[in-house]
T-cell receptor, first 112, second 115 residues
């Protein structure tokens, strides 16, 4: 059974800092890994998707890496802004179109 | 935003009652998955519907049931509500995206409170 863990559970940083969010999973046989953002009480917004054959993906100030053999992914946020404050969730899929298994999320607060 | 809509936005029910939540995927998205997200936790997979049939199911009791209609919209029904059923219920569809992989797209969710 796939299990996904995210560390830290919560993080508070001053504006402008670069930061790293961590995600680990127990079964390396994944199809892809997605990072999502969730604002309080809202749905999920997809940030980045990494296919199992890829090592990293970038979008603006966000960079996600994947080390499938060690069961780890990191989300790097450069020059953090107060608008980045949200919960960040990582999720893995075992097969195309299959269910997603989520971590518990990292709650990020960026202080002005 | 992949155009997934859910209704209602919020609702409050009493223990023992039954509830129906609705999801409308974007046109052409034929697979619908439902997730339950308790406060402070990550979403948990309930089940997935494709071509009007349940294709996969997570570790949820039979009180949770669903349906998919020919237009691919879907309903989630929960019977005999418990306080622990209070959560955000998310609907998701997936499509082969520009990433070269199947991606899941989520609706805004329905917040269910059981008192």
């Amino acid at each position: 059974k796939q299990e996904v863990t995210q560390i830290p559970a919560a993080l508070s940083v001053p504006e402008g800092e670069n930061l790293v969010l961590n995600c680990s999973f127990t079964d390396s046989a994944i199809y892809n890994l997605q990072w999502f953002r969730q604002d309080p009480g809202k749905g999920l917004t997809s940030l980045l998707l990494i296919q199992s054959s890829q090592r990293e993906q970038t979008s603006g100030r966000l960079n996600a890496s994947l080390d499938k053999s060690s069961g780890r992914s990191t989300l790097y946020i450069a020059a953090s802004q107060p608008g980045d404050s949200a919960t960040y969730l990582c999720a893995v899929s075992g097969n195309a179109g299959n269910m997603l298994t989520f971590g518990g999320g990292t709650r990020l607060m960026v202080k002005p | 935003d992949a155009g997934v809509t859910q209704s209602p936005t919020h609702l409050i029910k009493t223990r023992g009652q039954q509830v129906t939540l609705r999801c409308s995927p974007k046109s052409g998205h034929d697979t619908v998955s439902w997730y339950q997200q308790a406060l402070g936790q990550g979403p948990q997979f309930i089940f997935q519907y494709y071509e009007e049939e349940e294709r996969q199911r997570g570790n949820f009791p039979d009180r949770f049931s669903g349906h998919q209609f020919p237009n691919y919209s879907s309903e989630l029904n929960v019977n005999a509500l418990l306080l622990g059923d209070s959560a955000l219920y998310l609907c998701a569809t997936y499509l082969f995206g520009t990433s070269g992989s199947y991606e899941q797209y989520f609706g805004p969710g329905t917040r269910l409170t059981v008192t």
